[in-house]
Nanobody, 115 residues
Framework: QVQLVESGGGLVQAGGSLRLSCAASGNIFIINAMGWYRQAPGKQRELVAAIIRGGGTNYADSVKGRFTISRDNAKNTMYLQMNSLKPEDSAVYYC?????????WGRGTQVTVSS
């Protein structure tokens, strides 16, 4: 079992920055991919950024150049640095780990960007 706990969300003005953290614990095993997703009211959950095995990264087109995903293996923690935030970035942000046993999700952290 894997436990994921997100933190770092909050209210920020447009143009501001936030850094989300996702602390992982439990039987993580070999990770195929880990990433950040978001879900706004009335919309489907969407991938924001991911790190795949080998270290490659993927970003949604809407966040390229503004968001950066990273991980600290020693701390079992993943980060999402979000800069130049826009109101349309407002959503609940979830971290995800996919390993040989399946998908694991955190409970999410709210990000609200005011105009």
């Amino acid at each position: 079992q894997v436990q994921l706990v997100e933190s770092g969300g909050g209210l920020v003005q447009a143009g501001g920055s936030l850094r989300l953290s996702c602390a992982a614990s439990g039987n993580i095993f070999i990770i195929n991919a880990m990433g950040w997703y978001r879900q706004a009211p009335g919309k489907q959950r969407e991938l924001v950024a991911a790190i795949i095995r080998g270290g490659g990264t993927n970003y949604a087109d809407s966040v390229k150049g503004r968001f950066t995903i990273s991980r600290d293996n020693a701390k079992n923690t993943m980060y999402l640095q979000m800069n130049s935030l826009k109101p349309e970035d407002s959503a609940v942000y979830y971290c995800n780990i996919n390993n040989l046993r399946g998908d694991y999700w955190g409970r999410g952290t709210q990000v609200t960007v005011s105009s």
